[in-house]
């Protein structure tokens, strides 16, 4: 005996006092309040997650459609241009209404801003297609392109199609029910524009579709 349970020679006054029912049971309640607590939090974390998948919206497919180039020189460091475009947003989304609150659209060459425009704010229904006909962007601006730039100009001078970026920046809601996502979504066209008057005119400018972020 005493050398299978040495410790008790030097404490062992009777038999083992069973831990108190009491604090057995406070462990227990705790264990119960814990699991129901994991459970609970677990559950709402599978309905957050499908809700999540349910409500996800679809991006917005923007696409330039047409692109229309009359004019494009560059004459004593002045841009003479002459684009107008028309582009279809296509909205996906069987369940989220479209609300644009503030729209504005950019056109650049080589990272330079040469023209922009306000568009009205319109709506757009689930699962329809709307069509953007903006006036004709137009105009001339100081260009001071340099080095590489030049090069670049004078390549695309002679194929007769010019890289011409458009960007998008709107506000919009999109709804369904009592759900409204408030969003600001950045939506960039890197568009190939052929001039209509160049010699290698039979360039057609082909449908582009723009990359669209959330
Ligand atoms: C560029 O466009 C302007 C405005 O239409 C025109 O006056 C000028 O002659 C053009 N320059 C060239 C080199 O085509
Ligand atoms: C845009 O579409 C309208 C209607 O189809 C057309 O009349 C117009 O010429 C187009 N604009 C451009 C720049 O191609």
């Known amino acids: 005996m005493a050398d299978k349970q040495p410790y008790l020679n030097a404490n062992f006054y009777g038999p083992t006092v069973p831990p108190s029912s009491k604090r057995h049971r406070g462990r227990r309640v705790l264990c119960t309040i814990l699991k129901v607590a994991i459970g609970f939090i677990v559950g709402v974390g599978i309905v957050l997650l499908i809700l999540g998948v349910v409500y996800r919206p679809h991006k917005l497919e923007f696409n330039v459609t047409t692109a229309k180039l009359t004019q494009f020189n560059i004459t004593a460091n002045q841009l003479y241009y002459n684009l107008g475009l028309n582009v279809t947003i296509r909205n996906p989304n ?109 360039v057609f400018f082909p449908n582009t579709a723009c990359d669209f972020q959330f």
């Open 94 to 202: 069987s369940r989220y209404r479209v609300y644009y609150d503030t729209n504005e659209m950019v056109v650049l060459y080589k990272n330079r801003r040469l023209n922009s425009l306000s568009l009205p704010a319109f709506f757009q229904d689930t699962k329809s297609s709307a069509v953007l006909s903006p006036n004709k962007f137009e105009g001339q601006r100081l260009i001071l392109l340099a080095g590489d730039e030049i090069v670049e100009f004078n390549s695309e001078k002679a194929e007769g199609q010019y890289p011409i970026d458009v960007k998008f920046f709107f506000r919009l809601r999109m709804k369904s029910g009592e759900v409204v996502l408030k969003l600001k979504p950045k939506v960039h066209c890197g568009l190939r524009v052929p001039l209509s008057n160049a010699p290698k005119s039979f």
